[in-house]
């Protein structure tokens, strides 16, 4: 057995034990992605997932944030691993227009830990993207 081929047993093992299932929403015609991407991309989401544990985090947090990572490389039908600040923005955008807030803060905290952590990069993308302005609502709620 290769090295992917382990990582990719290993990813769908993990997966499946933290209820979550490897699926794709692809940009494009494919469904799914080329195999030297899906090996590189199995292969990180392993290390995302042990990043995940060997950092004490919750089983909702490692859900939540290991959907972050598959859902993006769904969109996209490729590894995450060199996207552009266009492709972020591209696919914040679509996030907002499709999801609820929490789901997209959640998608930005997995993406940043997916970042930092297992590739080792800076997160400057991060103002990308800020929840709406809730200046409207009071700070402390009101009796009439």
Known sequence: MTLAQESRSSTVKDAHRHGCVISFIPLGGNLTMEQHEQERFDLLYAQHLQALKLQGKRGKTIDGYSRAVRRIAGYFNRCPDNLTAADLKTYFAWM????????????????????????????E????????NSSSLPDVPTRE
Do not use: A, C, H, T
Not at 125 to 132: A, F, G, L
């Open 96 to 123: 907002v227009e499709n999801y609820s807030w929490s789901s997209v803060k959640v998608d930005l905290w997995g993406l940043s830990f997916f970042f930092r952590q297992v590739l080792r990069q800076p997160m």
């Open 125 to 132: 993308w991060v103002d990308i993207i800020k929840p709406p």
